[in-house]
């Protein structure tokens, strides 16, 4: 019996976030398949892997596939020096033939002769072929830009397929004609439990200027009566950013440097979860809080007001003077809706075990699509 193979691209698994979640449970889902998985990357560490992760041997039962890691020469123009080390890492995945690819990290990574599933995070991967233009904020980036419009050329994505991980990333991918299968949520490992909640806010975080955590401390600053939590650890391409962040916290912000996996209940004590990203993705930290009973908090543009549509619970706010009303009320809330047990039921639809089953729909498609082609 020929075995099937499988290709994963993350090239850089150097820092542990979101993305790598979705990765290692895209690589569980293909090994449940029966599949063969291979992984391009520049950091083959499974014992790590499972000090973070905790899901088993997943990658030790992945065959690596080594790519040097992304070295840049200088602190700025990054997007520029990102884009001439992709080339290296094409080179080496060109000459791969697998059954099927995830490109988990970034569009400018897929396999040219093999139909390629491409995850979706945010439509700035793909804004040189979005009609209105993407955040063209200054000029020296522009070079780039026109380089990678050539790159992102629709003519040269007919092999790929797109997975959106929200709704808005779906429209998006509609206005421009690409392929893309229905929203898939992100894999959200359910890993807390739910606990008496104590009268305080917490958000989980990397310190970057994307995730928009100065805007936590100004809500907390208007919240004095109340303890706000902060767990996260500095991003390494923005150190300056958690800097100025953290020299404007309150006396009312604890911040410990931790993973939230060692330090648990600082999530599962507190009532609310203010999530403060704009970003279009789901939160998987934000769905996972919810797992553990607490109330979400969002903006009311980006992933996480998707996230209180598409649960039904929680609140969104529109400028910070109506975050602090809006995360007081919550803290003081007796609503059965804002009830803990209430909101982790509500938590199950981004669960991990609901992403999995998605993905493998859109494998068993690809498989069946093949059969009837013959």
Not at 85 to 99: A, E, F, I
Not at 166 to 187: K, M, N, T, W, Y
Not at 354 to 365: A, D, H, N
Request: net charge positive.
């Amino acid at each position: 019996m020929v075995v099937k193979q499988a290709v994963v691209i993350h090239p850089r698994f150097t820092v542990y976030g979101g993305a790598e979640i979705i990765a290692l449970h895209i690589i569980k889902t293909l090994q449940d398949l029966g599949f063969e998985v291979s992984i391009v990357t520049d950091n083959y560490n499974p014992a790590e892997i499972e000090r973070n992760y905790r899901m088993g041997k997943i990658l030790e039962n992945t065959k690596p596939i080594l790519v040097p890691p992304f070295k840049p020469v200088l602190s700025r123009f990054l997007a520029l020096q990102h884009l001439r080390y992709s080339q290296g890492v094409m080179r080496t995945v060109r000459d791969l033939h697998p059954d099927i690819a995830f490109s988990t990290q970034s569009v400018i990574y897929h396999i040219p002769s093999v139909k390629t599933f491409q995850i979706l995070y945010d439509m700035a991967d793909l804004f040189e072929i979005v009609p209105d233009g993407g955040p063209l904020s200054s000029v020296w980036k522009k070079p780039y830009y026109w380089v990678l419009r050539r790159t992102l050329d629709p003519d040269k994505m007919r092999n790929r397929y797109f997975v959106p991980l929200s709704h808005a990333l779906e429209q998006r991918l509609d206005s421009i004609g690409l392929s893309h299968s229905s929203v898939v949520f992100p894999p959200c490992d359910m890993i807390f439990r739910v606990r008496p909640k104590k009268m305080q806010i917490c958000l989980v975080t990397r310190m970057a200027s994307q995730k928009n955590v100065h805007e936590f401390m100004r809500i907390a600053q208007r919240v004095p009566r109340y303890k706000f939590i902060l767990v996260g650890a500095e991003a390494d391409k923005d150190r300056d950013y958690a800097q100025r962040v953290l020299f404007i916290k309150p006396q009312n912000v604890e911040y410990f440097e931790a993973r939230i996996r060692d330090r648990p209940e600082l999530v599962e004590e507190s009532k609310v979860y203010l999530y403060t990203s704009r970003e279009p993705g789901i939160g998987i930290a934000l769905a996972q809080a919810m797992g553990a009973g607490c109330i979400p908090v969002t903006p009311d543009t980006g992933g996480g007001a998707e996230v209180i549509l598409e649960s039904g619970v929680g609140y969104t706010y529109r400028s910070v003077a109506d975050a602090a009303q809006i995360v007081k009320n919550a803290v003081e809330s007796t609503q059965p809706l804002d009830g803990p047990s209430t909101i982790s039921l509500k938590a199950q639809m981004f669960s991990s075990g609901v992403f999995q089953t998605e993905i493998g729909k859109l494998v068993t498609s690809l498989a069946n699509e093949r059969i009837r082609a013959t």
